[in-house]
């Protein structure tokens, strides 16, 4: 039930958020959007309009043209559960991205954030 919370959420505002984040430690929005990209597969132009749609944080990713093959390689905790132990493959996804943009604002460089 918490999940589909989860889901239900416009992207918009979580994309909101997680720009938030990495801005409140220096981090650009270049940046937040190259992670959010290198993770789904969408180019600039499909993330620019996904965030004027009204589209659900489960749709978004479940929509990702092209989830990276490498995004196995993110591992670590979130909120106290590590990612990679995660089951529920959409709420992988969405723990994958909110790994990624931790590792942004703690000032990660780009190259080992996006596994290079």
């Known amino acids: ?6 889901y239900e959420m416009d992207f918009a505002k979580i994309y909101q958020l ?9 981090r650009t929005k270049e940046e937040t959007d190259e992670i ?3 993770l ?7 993330l620019e309009h996904m965030l004027d749609q009204s589209i659900s944080y489960g ?3 479940r929509n990702a043209p092209k989830p990276n093959g490498n995004r196995h390689l993110i591992k670590g905790t979130v909120c106290g559960v590590r990612v990679e132990n995660i089951e529920e493959p959409l709420m992988r ?7 990624l943009i ?7 460089p780009m190259d080992k954030i996006l596994r290079k």
Not at 1 to 6: A, F, L, S
Not at 40 to 46: L, P
């Open 36 to 38: 959010i990209r290198w």
């Open 93 to 99: 996804e969405i723990r994958y991205l909110d790994k």
């Open 40 to 46: 789904t597969g969408y180019s600039q132009a499909d």
């Open 59 to 61: 749709d978004f990713f």
């Open 102 to 108: 931790d590792e942004l604002a703690k000032g990660k």
């Open 1 to 6: 039930m918490e999940n589909n919370k989860v």
């Open 18 to 26: 997680l720009l938030n984040k990495a801005q409140k430690k220096g």
